[in-house]
């Protein structure tokens, strides 16, 4: 497709179960970034994956979260034993470069989780 | 660490009048991109506008421009001749150029409202 896409688009799970979230970048962008929307607040970065070098994954908030990006494409975050807390938007971006930056990153629409 | 507050939750303006949105943000670097995106109730982050540090001259894109203060680190957004099509959530947005990847650093947001 032409832009970024994500899904699902909406995921209603009880506390405790694992999800897991799919990002497809749009086709030839090396940089795939996650980010996390609670209610009301503003984007917070999650993790980054450059091309085949090891993730920057600083903003990750605990050991529940983690994620991987196979064949430098497609990208899958998941949440294990998920709690309240982490319901959110869970947005994915991608841009044609990572740490020269003066490209602009290109969101998908986003999957809104529910923890019940 | 880097910061952006958007000082203003929410803003409104009559349609085709002006409306200016704030953005300040904390940086002890000298060279980084500041963005503009807008957020309608799809979710989709949109790029609005982009200005490199390095350059003097504010940015414009049709009927967005930034007045960017690099000193008072002052970023606001200026949209002329509002349009019922400009409502949304409007994100303040930094990004480093040489480390971290570019990860974009969100503001809280801005909730612009347009009234006919």
């Known amino acids: 497709g032409a832009g970024v896409s994500q899904s699902p688009s909406n995921k209603v799970t009880e506390k405790g179960k694992d999800v897991e979230l799919r990002c497809d970048p749009i086709s030839g962008h090396t940089a795939l970034y996650w980010y996390r929307q609670s209610l009301g607040q503003g984007l917070e970065f999650l993790i980054y994956f450059q091309g085949n070098s090891a993730p920057d994954k600083s903003g990750l908030p605990s050991d529940r979260f983690s994620a991987e990006r196979t064949g430098g494409s497609v990208s899958t975050l998941t949440i294990q034993r998920t709690q309240q807390e982490d319901s959110a938007v869970y947005l994915c971006?991608?841009?044609?470069?990572?740490?020269?930056?003066?490209?602009?990153?290109?969101f998908g629409d986003g999957t809104r989780l529910s923890i019940l | 660490a880097q910061t952006v507050t958007q000082s203003q939750p929410e803003m409104s303006v009559q349609e085709a009048e002006t409306v200016t949105l704030s953005c300040t943000y904390d940086?002890?670097?000298?060279?980084?991109?500041l963005f503009w995106y807008k957020q309608p109730p799809s979710r989709q982050m949109i790029l609005v506008i982009r200005q490199e540090a390095y350059k003097q001259q504010n940015a414009t894109e049709n009927r967005f421009s930034v007045n960017f203060q690099k000193a008072a680190k002052s970023f606001s957004l200026k949209i002329s001749d509002s349009q019922l099509g400009d409502a949304a959530m409007y994100f303040c947005?930094?990004?480093?150029?040489?480390?971290?990847?570019?990860?974009?650093?969100f503001g809280q947001g801005t909730e612009l409202s347009v009234k006919p």
């Open positions: 940086t002890s670097e000298s060279d980084y991109y």
């Open positions: 971006a991608s841009s044609s470069q990572g740490a020269l930056a003066r490209q602009p990153q290109h």
């Open positions: 947005a930094y990004r480093m150029i040489y480390n971290q990847g570019g990860k974009l650093i």
